[in-house]
């Protein structure tokens, strides 16, 4: 490193200076309110190294030079796609889903919602590639076969297009479900383990989900209100501020008794208004 900050080339093959990098992780946070600290620079490098290659730059001031022409708009979806953090796996921090399967216990005993519309709706706030949210349709099918009779969607909303893509198409290394308790499996076709080196979900499963993109700095589209919502390892990426706004959103939208699930990092610095710690990370909103 040079003592302006510019990596040369004899040390990686493309110069990256502290301009350039401040001046990329402007744009991210401007763009999402993601905030990447110093020492995220050799991050974002290796993050953006592989485009720079597709694009057939040699520098990364070509492609700040790219972001500040007429044809950025596109390239920018391109850079947050890549910033964007997109390490998951199916029942992650499974103490979250412990505490699901209690409160869809609750909602499916309650007289009152038995006998009205029957409506239960999740939200899967960063839910990358869609391992999170086929968990929590795990959790529903496995373990409340009567709720298929139920109103039951689960909205999955990410950033990054490419990774709500994968979840799309509902397809994931074998591997991925090695760890998964065999009660829960059964929301992935029976003779996924002749195929080789994939998994697939089922089609009814896939039905319960609805994947959209959605910026969760910009306004939300939904009326509706909500279960339970997961946000689990995205509010890093914030301020404080900014995360005390969202977990007050999360909390406006959930129903009474609905819940919160945040990351295993993420416990809240300040008290939100109606909403209660009751586990690892995990909180309740007020009846």
């Not at 383990?193 to 993109?213: C, E, N, P, S, W």
């Not at 306004?219 to 997961?230: C, G, R, S, V």
Request: aromatic share 10%; with cysteine; net charge positive.
């Amino acid at each position: 490193m040079s003592p302006n900050g510019q990596t040369t080339s004899s040390e990686s093959e493309f110069a990256f200076s502290d301009t350039e990098f401040k001046r990329l992780t402007g744009i991210v946070r401007e763009l999402t309110g993601i905030v990447l600290g110093d020492h995220k620079k050799e991050m974002v490098y290796g993050r953006l190294a592989r485009r720079l290659r597709k694009l057939g730059m040699q520098s990364f001031a070509q492609y700040c030079a790219l972001l500040d022409s007429q044809n950025a708009s596109q390239e920018t979806g391109f850079l947050v796609n890549a910033i964007t953090t997109n390490l998951t796996k199916f029942y992650r921090e499974s103490h979250h889903f412990d505490f699901l399967t209690d409160h869809i216990g609750r909602i499916q005993s309650d007289t009152a919602r038995r006998s009205g519309d029957k409506k239960v709706f999740f939200w899967s706030a960063g839910c990358s590639s869609g391992e999170e949210p086929y968990s929590i349709a795990s959790t529903v099918m496995s373990r409340f076969p009567s709720l298929a009779q139920w109103d039951v969607k689960i909205l999955a909303t990410d950033l990054d297009t490419n990774m709500l893509d994968t979840g799309k198409a509902g397809q994931y290394p074998a591997s991925a479900i090695k760890d998964i308790p065999s009660e829960y499996r059964r929301v992935f076709n029976d003779n996924t383990t002749k195929k080789g080196d994939k998994i697939y979900i089922r089609d009814r499963t896939k039905a319960l989900v609805h994947f959209k993109q959605l910026n969760l700095l910009h306004p939300w589209p939904m009326k509706q209100k909500y279960d339970a919502i997961f946000c689990r390892n995205v509010l890093i990426y914030f301020d404080a501020e900014t995360k005390h706004m969202l977990v007050k959103r999360y909390t406006d939208l959930l129903r009474p008794g609905g819940m919160l699930f945040l990351g295993h990092s993420e416990s809240l610095q300040s008290k939100i208004k109606g909403l209660t710690l009751i586990g690892r990370t995990a909180y309740q909103k007020e009846e």
